[in-house]
C-alpha cells in the first residue's frame, strides 16, 4: 500500500507548525474593525480563481513574491502576519493582502489557516469556507529546508 494510503508521510518531510499574527497587531497598531476567520485551504481555493490576482500553482509571473516569502519563512523567527481577504457583493474572494503568503502554504500542505476580513463580511467567509482547525501545519520537505541557502 502506498504510504499516502496508509496514511503515513514519506520520510523525508516534516510537519511544521506555523504561527500567524493580524497584520494591525503586528505592526502595533489598534484593530480596526477585523475579525479572525480560520478557512479550510480547500474551500478557499475553490472561490478564490476567478479573482484576477489568483495565484495558480506554479505560475511564473507570480514565482517572485512566492519565493521570497518561501526564502522569509525558511528563516523567520516571528509569527506570520494573516493574509486579509474581502468579499464582494457577489461573494467572490479577493485577497487585499496576503495572495503569496496562502498560495504558499497552499502548496506546501496547509489545510487550515487564519485571515483577517473586515467583522460584517466574517460570517459570509465562515459559511464559504470556514472550519473547525485551529492550527496550520506545512510539509517541510528537503526542498523547502534548501530555500535557506537561496
Same mark, same amino acid.
Not at 499574527?21 to 480596526?32: D, F, H, K, T
Not at 457583493?89 to 496562502?102: A, D, K, L, V, Y
Given at each position: 500500500?502506498?504510504?499516502?494510503?496508509?496514511?503515513?508521510?514519506?520520510?523525508?518531510?516534516?510537519?511544521?507548525?506555523?504561527?500567524?499574527?493580524?497584520?494591525?497587531?503586528?505592526?502595533?497598531?489598534?484593530?480596526?474593525?477585523?475579525?479572525?476567520?480560520?478557512?479550510?485551504?480547500? !474551500?478557499?481555493?475553490?472561490? $478564490?480563481? =476567478? &479573482?484576477?490576482?489568483?495565484? #495558480?500553482?506554479?505560475?511564473?509571473?507570480?514565482?517572485?513574491?512566492?519565493?521570497?516569502?518561501?526564502?522569509?519563512?525558511?528563516?523567520?523567527?516571528?509569527?506570520?502576519?494573516?493574509?486579509?481577504?474581502?468579499?464582494?457583493?457577489?461573494?467572490?474572494?479577493?485577497?487585499?493582502?496576503? !495572495?503569496?503568503?496562502?498560495? $504558499?502554504? =497552499? &502548496?506546501?500542505?496547509?489545510? #487550515?489557516?487564519?485571515?483577517?476580513?473586515?467583522?460584517?463580511?466574517?460570517?459570509?467567509?465562515?459559511?464559504?469556507?470556514?472550519?473547525?482547525?485551529?492550527?496550520?501545519?506545512?510539509?517541510?520537505?528537503?526542498?523547502?529546508?534548501?530555500?535557506?541557502?537561496?
Amino acid at each position: 500500500m502506498p504510504l499516502a494510503q496508509a496514511g503515513r508521510r514519506p520520510q523525508n518531510t516534516d510537519m511544521r507548525q506555523i504561527l500567524w499574527i493580524p497584520e494591525w497587531q503586528a505592526r502595533g497598531r489598534l484593530n480596526s474593525g477585523d475579525a479572525t476567520v480560520w478557512i479550510d485551504v480547500v !474551500r478557499l481555493e475553490v472561490c $478564490w480563481p =476567478r &479573482d484576477y490576482l489568483y495565484i #495558480a500553482k506554479g505560475a511564473p509571473d507570480h514565482r517572485w513574491g512566492y519565493e521570497k516569502f518561501g526564502r522569509w519563512l525558511s528563516q523567520a523567527t516571528v509569527p506570520v502576519e494573516m493574509p486579509h481577504i474581502s468579499i464582494d457583493e457577489t461573494n467572490q474572494i479577493h485577497f487585499t493582502n496576503g !495572495r503569496h503568503r496562502f498560495a $504558499w502554504m =497552499r &502548496d506546501h500542505g496547509a489545510k #487550515a489557516l487564519p485571515v483577517t476580513i473586515c467583522d460584517r463580511e466574517a460570517g459570509v467567509l465562515s459559511e464559504l469556507a470556514g472550519t473547525e482547525l485551529r492550527e496550520c501545519r506545512i510539509e517541510q520537505t528537503q526542498r523547502v529546508r534548501r530555500l535557506r541557502w537561496i
